[in-house]
């Protein structure tokens, strides 16, 4: 690698919303936004309450005043480490009855059967995904131990149930009767949802074949987790063989040096060059593992009757096959490849006119970031430094809080949360509460960056709605988890456009899952076709772009005045990046490669040799040899074959707010059209639930074309707000 790395050097130059699907066939975290980006006051008694940004006058009806203890999410039973291990035999035990009471009445088809699957699949999810959420932000490591046993419990468990005949004849029975073809939409989809994860699982195999099917899992399961763990391992050098100042730059004794990142933002161009070659550079190690991994996929797929793994995955989504994703990735990259190759031409004369040390002539894959950075200061940093001063938590929080009431007629509530409920102090809770309707469900709100905490944005359900026999409704529980800097003592918290956007888009999905009222949990919020699900996150992120919207709740965190206009064209600027056309069809890239990993096999090449390929035709920048930045890719384990689902939800938001929202981002009219998109999570079909609210069935065409339509006006709007420097001038003026 250092031979490779210093000839470089003489000859050229030189960065989701979880579903638990029947019966709990386990999905790995997956965070719910690709770029993630990186005030609560513990009061002096045990009695914690949120702090205050008041939404409302009156106190939260559901404000506890008495200060109690608890156990994790307000469950008595997860005070202690091995409450987890009780969850566990509990949730075991009473799935053993629920199975029992499937199979007895197999000969009896009725809609009885899909409930009683239905709360099999809750009993199931309500444990394993809570103990998913809290191994991945819990501080005390047993407790992350007992969590993660909870989880590998119940996902043996559930392989056991997805193969099970006795299950699958009794919904088959159903399905196939009166009363199947009587029932109402919801329940003929949910229906479907569980018969379509026995047979994908094999279940219409023969006995060997069945149990070739659990092996292929468990043996895929086990290498996805290896490919995770090398994810994450640095790369470990020589020290005699590395320049001095790479020793000078990460941690080292005396023989080695351990490169734990790529410093992007450096100016230092030897140094980000040598750190990618070294970081990224090909691991065989690892490059068999994925190898292995898309393999096992492949063989999984071929023995329960698909032709890729792609089709297996994406028969159920929006897209419904490869043949669909291929179309809508090919016609993208015809629209948007000549604008990225201009924009890697501006990118490279930034860096020219920096005086890059490293062949400065041509734009590398190091230099990406580090050329973003210098057109934000150069042009705008200025303003995005200050622009933060508008932003405070508080006030955002309020913010959202102020669009969800005039929409939907919805309100956010802080909830005092008792001794144990939480698993660290700044961690809040509220109740979404309808004017008509009342409580809607909780969200636990998880805002700061700790070290034990996972480091991706995201959200976790951590109880699903569901209608139950009594005819009451179980409330929805979900967790939001963003990485904000802890404030300092005494001042508010106050965010970056980054991360603003972040918790907008954040919010996004817990509308999914608190405004959602399904009757079934298998198919409430997020627990949809995963091109579906990112729709409401990136809606939000229109929202927030909307200068009628910024105005409500953009004020100066100590004089409350307004946030500039300049300063507010700073912020809508940055929202999608100075090069649009570029980061697109990066995106498209890795989708590309995603579908192609996961296509036919053999591959005919090796990944990195495909790759290489790939990024010859898709990328707008040069493929560096003897690298391979796809190994410590982690999509390619959460998101197999449905990394395109980011560009499609996109589309479908661009359109949403287009045709719907744009005029009046305001309007409860329709807010409650839109509302009624949400409301039936995956129980209805997403493709019928976006036509209800846009009038028309999007085509692929439709969704390029809005694609697109955003970079040229993105675009459209740096040329005119730049003019760079001249906007930067006359904002320093005004901060």
Not at 35 to 50: Q, Y
Not at 199 to 215: P, T
Not at 561 to 583: K, V, Y
Not at 668 to 692: D, F
């Amino acid at each position: 690698v250092i031979a490779r790395t210093m000839k470089c050097f003489n000859s050229r130059s030189l960065a989701f919303s979880r579903r638990c699907v029947p019966l709990l066939a386990r999905a790995p975290f997956v965070p719910s936004k690709i770029c993630a980006a990186p005030t609560c006051v513990g009061l002096a008694s045990n009695h914690r309450i949120n702090p205050g940004w008041a939404l409302n006058s009156h106190s939260p009806r559901y404000l506890s005043v008495l200060p109690k203890r608890s156990g994790l999410f307000d469950n008595p039973g997860l005070s202690s480490p091995e409450g987890f291990d009780a969850a566990t035999e509990k949730a075991l035990l009473e799935a053993t009855t629920l199975v029992k009471n499937i199979i007895e009445n197999a000969e009896n088809p009725s809609v009885e059967i899909v409930q009683m699957f239905d709360e099999l699949s809750d009993v199931l999810c309500q444990v394993a995904d809570l103990a998913e959420c809290i191994r991945l932000v819990h501080p005390d490591a047993k407790t992350k131990e007992k969590a993660s046993n909870a989880c590998v419990v119940l996902t043996t468990y559930v392989e056991e149930l997805n193969t099970s005949t006795s299950l699958h004849r009794a919904l088959k029975n159903f399905i196939e009767s009166e009363g199947f073809s009587e029932a109402d939409e919801v329940t003929r989809r949910t229906a479907e949802s569980f018969m379509h994860d026995f047979e994908i699982s094999g279940i219409h195999l023969e006995d060997s074949a069945r149990e070739q099917v659990v092996k292929l899992n468990k043996q895929i399961l086990e290498v996805s987790h290896q490919f995770l763990q090398n994810i994450n391992q640095p790369a470990v050098i020589d020290k005699e063989q590395c320049p001095p100042f790479l020793a000078e730059k990460f941690p080292s004794d005396s023989k080695r040096i351990v490169l734990t990142h790529v410093p992007y933002h450096s100016p230092d161009s030897k140094l980000r060059a040598l750190s990618y070659l070294i970081f990224y550079g090909i691991f065989p190690k690892q490059q068999k593992t994925l190898e292995a991994l898309l393999s096992l996929r492949h063989k999984l797929a071929a023995l329960v009757g698909y032709p890729t793994y792609a089709h297996r995955v994406l028969e159920s989504l929006m897209a419904g096959g490869p043949e669909t994703v291929s179309e809508f990735l090919e016609a993208l990259s015809r629209k948007i490849l000549p604008l990225a190759r201009e924009e890697a031409e501006e990118m490279r004369a930034l860096k020219l006119e920096f005086g890059d040390q490293v062949n400065p002539q041509v734009l590398q894959p190091w230099d990406i970031i580090f050329t973003t950075s210098l057109a934000e200061k150069k042009y705008l940093q200025h303003g995005l430094d200050s622009v933060r001063n508008w932003f405070s938590l508080d006030s955002c929080l309020a913010g959202l809080g102020n669009l969800f009431n005039s929409l939907f007629g919805v309100k956010l509530e802080p909830v005092s949360v008792k001794d144990g409920e939480t698993w660290d102090h700044s961690v809040q809770k509220y109740a979404f509460v309808d004017e008509t309707e009342g409580l809607l469900g909780y969200t636990y709100l998880d805002f700061y960056d700790r070290h034990e905490k996972m480091a991706s944005d995201c959200h976790f359900t951590i109880k699903g709605g569901r209608e139950l026999c009594d005819s009451s409704y179980q409330l929805p529980i979900i967790t939001l988890c963003c990485n904000f800097q802890q404030p300092s003592a005494g001042k508010p918290t106050l965010l970056s456009q980054r991360s603003v956007e972040n918790l907008f888009h954040e919010m996004g999905h817990a509308l999914h899952s608190m405004l959602g009222r399904p009757k079934y949990q298998n198919v409430t919020g997020t627990r949809c076709s995963t091109d579906f699900a990112e729709v409401p996150s990136i809606l939000m992120e229109f929202f927030l772009a909307d200068r009628r919207v910024l105005s409500t709740f953009a004020k100066h965190h100590k004089t409350n005045e307004p946030l500039p206009e300049a300063l507010m064209d700073i912020f809508r600027l940055s929202s999608n990046g100075f090069f649009p056309a570029f980061d697109t069809q990066m995106q498209v890239l890795y989708a590309v490669m995603d579908q192609k990993f996961h296509g036919q096999h053999p591959l005919g090449d090796s990944t990195v040799g495909l790759f290489t390929g790939l990024h010859r035709d898709y990328a707008p920048v040069d493929y560096i040899p003897q690298t391979a930045w796809f190994l410590r890719f982690g999509h390619l384990y959460g998101y197999a074959a449905k990394y395109y689902s980011y560009l499609w939800a996109r589309a479908v938001a661009s359109l949403i707010w287009k045709s719907c929202f744009e005029s009046d981002p305001f309007s409860r009219v329709v807010g409650e059209r839109y509302r009624e998109m949400l409301m039936y999570g995956g129980g209805i079909h997403p493709c019928k639930l976006v036509k209800n609210v846009l009038g028309f069935e999007p085509t692929v065409s439709d969704l390029v074309e809005a694609l697109h339509s955003n970079v040229v006006e993105h675009r459209e709007q740096i040329s005119k707000l730049t003019k760079w420097k001249s906007v930067a001038a006359s904002n320093s003026s005004v901060l």
